[in-house]
């Protein structure tokens, strides 16, 4: 069974930095796409970055040139590297990954299970 762990959420000053890990573990050919998704509570879960494989990463807005998102592929593990750090960053941040068993099996999409990162003084 494939599982997502996390690691790295925690209480930091604003202007700080985290580093968030999460490595999938279990019985993996390929993943597709490594993400970050972030949730308060009342609110939807929003995209704050997204790598594929061999592509270009996209940004939320809001993140832009703060965050920087990365993979290791021989690890199954995606970064968020999370600089400049403001109050309104403070939410549960979930890892989400696209991945394959075998060659011959669809992609599924499976999630992490949350660290929160608060953001205060």
């Known amino acids: 069974q494939v599982q997502l762990v996390e690691s790295g959420g925690g209480l930091v000053q604003p202007g700080g930095s985290l580093r968030l890990s999460c490595a999938a573990s279990?019985?993996?050919?390929?993943?597709?796409?490594m993400g970050w998704y972030r949730q308060v509570p009342g609110k939807e879960r929003q995209l704050v970055a997204v790598?594929?494989?061999?592509?270009?990463?996209n940004y939320a807005d809001s993140v832009k040139g703060r965050f920087t998102i990365s993979r290791d592929n021989a690890k199954n593990t995606v970064y968020l590297q999370m600089n400049s750090l403001k109050p309104e960053d403070t939410a549960v941040y979930y890892c989400?990954?696209?991945?394959?068993?075998?060659?011959?099996?669809?992609?599924?999409?499976?999630w992490g299970q949350g660290t929160l990162v608060t953001v205060s003084s």
């Open positions: 989400n990954m696209y991945y394959r068993r075998t060659y011959y099996d669809p992609y599924g999409e499976i």
């Open positions: 279990g019985s993996i050919f390929s993943i597709r796409t």
């Open positions: 790598i594929p494989s061999g592509g270009t990463p």
